[in-house]
């Protein structure tokens, strides 16, 4: 057995999953995780491994890990609908990325002003269970957001 | 060929292709059956049962994708996800 650090890839708070206003997350439907509300522009890899989805507009990314770990990180709720507005990608898919590496920047006042909720799910969608979650803010590629055990 | 083998060719939905909401449907649909489930878009076949994968196709509304089920429960499995995948799940 193995623990897994699952690092922010945000900075900002803590929220639990099943307060997201979208069911798809809320009800662990993509995967058990938590979301952050982010005070930052960057979303950085939580884990090693690689991209091996980056979205077109830039709004979600996966990641494949060692040990079947897989990760979804999605940029805000409903964000396919801007079409890459509100996003620029600072990575490819199909890249080995180290935990903390830049993925995406975004602009959440011009999201929100889109119309648009920024509360961001991180979700586990590949081996392991939960079995510690971070509390409070977080801070991008350094604060442990919750650690999975494969 | 083994026995229970079912394939079908469908067309996407789903407004927004397969993505999170529609493939976490799909995907958990797709758990519910023994037989083993892949799904394929030009060359890149993926399996059905993981979201991550599903995701990967980046498959779009009205693309294709062809449903292959191998196990007991085959037929009733691609049946059951075609139609999904046909629906429009946003």
Same mark, same amino acid.
């Given at each position: 057995?193995?623990?897994?650090?699952?690092?922010?890839?945000?900075?900002?708070?803590?929220?639990?999953?099943?307060?997201?206003?979208?069911?798809?997350?809320?009800?662990?439907?993509?995967?058990?995780?938590?979301?952050?509300?982010?005070?930052?522009?960057?979303?950085?890899?939580?884990?090693?491994?690689?991209?091996?989805?980056?979205?077109?507009?830039?709004?979600?990314?996966?990641?494949?890990?060692?040990?079947?770990?897989?990760?979804?990180?999605?940029?805000?709720?409903?964000?396919?609908?801007?079409?890459?507005?509100?996003?620029?990608?600072?990575?490819?898919?199909?890249?080995?990325?180290?935990?903390?590496?830049?993925?995406?920047?975004?602009?959440?006042?011009?999201?929100?002003?889109?119309?648009?909720?920024?509360?961001?799910?991180?979700?586990?969608?590949?081996?392991?269970?939960?079995?510690?979650?971070?509390?409070?803010?977080?801070?991008?590629?350094?604060?442990?957001?919750?650690?999975?055990?494969? | 060929?083994?026995?229970?083998?079912?394939?079908?060719?469908?067309?996407?939905? +789903?407004?927004?292709? !397969?993505? *999170?909401?529609?493939?976490?449907?799909? @995907?958990?649909? $797709?758990? =519910?059956?023994?037989?083993?489930?892949?799904?394929?878009?030009?060359?890149?076949?993926?399996?059905?049962?993981?979201?991550? +994968?599903?995701?990967? !196709?980046? *498959?779009?509304?009205?693309?294709?994708? @062809?449903?292959? $089920?191998? =196990?007991?429960?085959?037929?009733?499995?691609?049946?059951?996800?075609?139609?999904?995948?046909?629906?429009?799940?946003?």
């Amino acid at each position: 057995m193995a623990e897994i650090d699952v690092l922010a890839p945000l900075d900002g708070t803590v929220v639990e999953l099943e307060s997201v206003p979208d069911d798809v997350f809320a009800q662990k439907m993509v995967g058990d995780g938590l979301a952050i509300d982010p005070s930052g522009q960057v979303a950085v890899a939580p884990v090693s491994g690689i991209l091996v989805k980056l979205f077109p507009g830039g709004h979600a990314f996966g990641i494949e890990a060692s040990d079947g770990v897989e990760l979804i990180v999605h940029l805000g709720l409903d964000t396919i609908e801007l079409k890459g507005e509100g996003f620029e990608k600072l990575a490819l898919e199909g890249q080995l990325v180290a935990a903390g590496t830049p993925i995406v920047r975004f602009d959440r006042s011009a999201i929100e002003r889109l119309g648009k909720v920024m509360l961001s799910p991180v979700v586990t969608t590949g081996s392991g269970t939960i079995v510690y979650c971070a509390s409070g803010t977080v801070q991008a590629g350094h604060d442990v957001l919750f650690v999975l055990r494969v | 060929m083994p026995e229970h083998m079912a394939e079908r060719t469908v067309t996407l939905g +789903s407004k927004s292709g !397969l993505h *999170a909401r529609p493939a976490a449907i799909f @995907v958990q649909n $797709a758990k =519910g059956f023994q037989c083993s489930i892949t799904l394929t878009k030009n060359e890149k076949k993926v399996n059905a049962k993981s979201i991550l +994968s599903v995701l990967t !196709l980046g *498959a779009e509304q009205g693309e294709q994708v @062809v449903l292959h $089920a191998s =196990g007991e429960d085959a037929e009733t499995a691609i049946e059951k996800l075609a139609a999904l995948l046909e629906e429009d799940l946003e």
